[in-house]
């Protein structure tokens, strides 16, 4: 895996803010970096799963119960 330039930042903001946002264009490498940022230290999530997407949808705060913390939740939009 290619090291990100962001990984360390991104451990740093979110070692003192409970959210972080990561944007950008398609196929930039994002997911990449959020796993990579994610491995060892953070539960991983993405909203691709469409079981995890329609709890999302259907019960929001529920949703936030099952996932243990720290968590990333990829593909948000």
Request: aromatic fraction near 4%; charge should be neutral.
């Amino acid at each position: 895996m290619i090291p990100r330039t962001l990984s360390q930042t991104i451990r740093q903001v979110s070692s003192s803010f409970p959210v972080l946002m990561v944007t950008g264009p398609r196929q930039v490498g994002k997911t990449t970096l959020l796993e990579m940022c994610s491995a060892g230290d953070r539960a991983y999530v993405s909203l691709d799963d469409l079981e995890m997407r329609r709890l999302a949808q259907q019960d929001p705060a529920l949703f936030l119960q099952t996932l243990p913390v720290p968590v990333t939740i990829n593909e948000v939009q």
